[in-house]
């Protein structure tokens, strides 16, 4: 079992940058694959980023946030990281990190096992 905090939200404006850390705590971090989703008021939660287990040599973006946004992992530090760029205001929303245990990574919100508390992120104009 993991249990996973995010941190790093914030309010920023239009075009700024945010990085946000997913740090666990359990079972061995590595082993999990881990993904990012968003939800804003009123809409389901969206796919925003995953990485593979391990080296995280496998990633994956939602076509919204794709080139703008990064996900990357240090597993000797048992953190997740999602860097934001380029941010709009459609990207406000509470973001949330899971794990799963087959260390693939998905896009699909139920394949996760583990989640987060979420952060607020808020994008002004």
């Known amino acids: 079992q993991v249990q996973l905090a995010e941190s790093g939200g914030g309010l920023v404006e239009v075009g700024e940058s945010l990085t946000l850390t997913c740090t666990a705590v359990?079972?061995?971090?590595?082993?999990?694959?881990i993904g990012w989703f968003r939800q804003a008021p009123g809409k389901e939660r969206e796919f925003v980023a995953c990485?593979?287990?391990?080296?995280?040599?496998?990633?994956y973006y939602g076509d919204s946030v794709k080139g703008r946004f990064t996900v990357s992992r240090d597993n000797a530090k048992r953190t997740a990281y999602l860097v934001m760029r380029a941010l709009r205001p459609e990207d406000t929303a509470v973001y949330f990190c899971?794990?799963?245990?087959?260390?693939?990574?998905?896009?699909?919100?139920?394949?996760?096992?583990?989640w987060g508390q979420g952060t607020q992120v808020t994008v002004s104009s």
């Open positions: 899971a794990a799963e245990v087959s260390g693939l990574g998905s896009k699909v919100a139920s394949g996760y096992d583990y």
């Open positions: 990485i593979s287990w391990a080296s995280g040599s496998r990633t």
């Open positions: 359990g079972h061995t971090f590595s082993d999990y694959g």
